[in-house]
């Protein structure tokens, strides 16, 4: 923390129960959620602008059409379909289960790639095998250790939720 930093910490500290410093706080956070809100708004115009442009355009329209066909097409085809029943797979497993189908994913892509390249690598060729081996350690510990990522991805996760609600208020 700079010295200006530790004076206005003290200064907080020393005032933090008056009236003045109360009011100045409210209006400052009114202020602040103010200047967003017009941020929002001016972004929100500029897109509706920009659409406006986009729809008007021989191009744009040309592209809406395709996009729309594309998404018919996506919705009826077999690849939707597979993808579909492969979501719905992977939901019905528990979260260790898929930690470890996720992580043994990466560690199939590592391998693919290492196999592909023959290990063979740029030099430092040493530190490069050193970290492409460190990766597939990491990879072989956290398919170990799936159940306890789990766990503590639900507590870091949790964790993070409730600190946004209380960004909130």
């Known amino acids: 923390m700079s010295e200006l930093s530790h004076a206005a910490a003290r200064w907080r500290a020393i005032a ?3 009236v003045m410093v109360r009011a100045v706080d409210r209006r400052a956070r009114r202020g602040l959620a103010e200047r967003r809100d017009d941020r929002r708004r001016e972004i929100v ?7 406006a442009m986009f729809d008007a355009s021989a191009v744009g329209r040309s592209l809406v059409r395709v996009c729309e066909e594309l998404g ?3 919705r009826r085809s077999y690849a939707a379909g597979a993808a579909q ?3 719905s797979r992977v939901a019905r497993l528990s979260l260790p289960q898929r930690v470890r189908s996720a992580t043994l994913l990466l560690l199939t892509a590592v391998v693919v790639h ?3 390249t023959g290990f063979d690598a740029p030099e430092p060729t040493v530190l490069a095998r050193a970290t492409w081996t460190a990766i597939a350690g990491g990879l072989v510990a956290v398919i170990a250790a799936a159940g306890h990522v789990a766990a503590a991805w639900v507590d870091f996760s949790s964790r993070g939720h409730a600190d946004r609600e209380g960004e909130r208020e």
């Open 45 to 51: 115009a500029a897109d509706q602008r920009l659409a």
């Open 16 to 18: 933090a129960g008056s």
């Open 85 to 87: 029943t492969m979501r």
């Open 72 to 74: 018919v097409s996506w």
């Open 114 to 116: 290492l196999l592909m």
